[in-house]
């Protein structure tokens, strides 16, 4: 049975009474303009309400209290020109923005055109930043490293690298697996610090289920579920892709919380 199956009745006792030239569909065609409007209706309320506030669908976490964890975000040029001065006084149900995380570099050539702006903006605003690269499984590690370490010039209080590994294109799992960690010791070699893998559940058990990544951070992407999936330790997880946060206009912007009070993020920094 429908929705609109239910408004059948009233119309039935009108079409009774109904003169010739009377369309019958009078009393659905009424109930569907009123019904749109109340969807409209109800979209404006939805944001109106939520302004100043992060608006997603998804699930708050169920396992981390607020004095355990660091509310954060990552962006790239999809997020268009953001304002970081508003980001930094948005308020996600009462908890600030305190890291983000933004896209570097991709391969062994591509710089995101929005770098340089938003990883220089970050720290006027005193919001701890992180920078990321984009991994192309079928390119050079070594040159995608050298391409990451020539762009992210990271300082006191940044976040540790971050390789972004997420393959589309199946690749072989030994090849994949001594290829990511040629780019995390030439990264960390450099840094000086232990990087930050970010992938799913799914793709590390497929392809970083191994001994060999246990030593580095994770940083998971689970979405629609109240606690992300992961065998071991993680440090980072991206809850929702539907966040809506003040200074970034237009798109939506990956929300993320890391596992730990503030004081310990400082311990994932330069």
Wanted: aromatic share 12%; glycine share 6%; charged share 25%.
């Amino acid at each position: 049975m429908s929705l609109l199956d239910n408004f059948n009745l009233p119309c039935l006792a009108l079409r009774r009474n109904a003169k010739p030239h009377q369309k019958p569909s009078r009393c659905r065609r009424i109930f569907l303009i009123s019904f749109c409007f109340c969807i409209a209706f109800g979209a404006w309320w939805l944001l109106a309400s939520h302004k100043g506030k992060s608006l997603f669908l998804g699930n708050e976490p169920a396992g981390l209290a607020r004095s355990q964890r660091v509310l954060g975000i990552d962006v790239s040029k999809h997020q268009g020109k953001i304002n970081w001065r508003k980001v930094a006084k948005h308020r996600h149900n009462g908890e600030p923005i305190r890291f983000a995380i933004v896209k570097a570099t991709e391969g062994v050539t591509k710089v995101d055109k929005r770098f340089d702006e938003n990883f220089q903006t970050l720290q006027r605003n005193h919001i701890v930043r992180g920078a990321y690269h984009f991994y192309l499984p079928h390119k050079s590690a070594r040159l995608q490293a050298l391409r990451y370490i020539s762009k992210v010039r990271l300082s006191k209080g940044d976040l540790a690298p971050i390789l972004d590994v997420e393959p589309t294109d199946h690749p072989n799992v030994k090849d994949l697996q001594e290829s990511v960690l040629t780019w995390l010791n030439i990264v960390e070699s450099h840094y000086g610090v232990t990087p930050i893998i970010y992938t799913s559940p799914s793709i590390k058990a497929t392809y970083l289920d191994s001994p060999k990544f246990d030593r580095f951070r994770w940083w998971v992407a689970h979405y629609n579920t109240s606690q992300p999936r992961h065998k071991g330790h993680w440090d980072f997880w991206q809850f929702t892709e539907l966040g809506k946060v003040d200074g970034i206009k237009g798109n939506y912007v990956d929300l993320n919380y890391f596992n730990g009070n503030l004081e310990r993020l400082q311990t994932l920094t330069l």
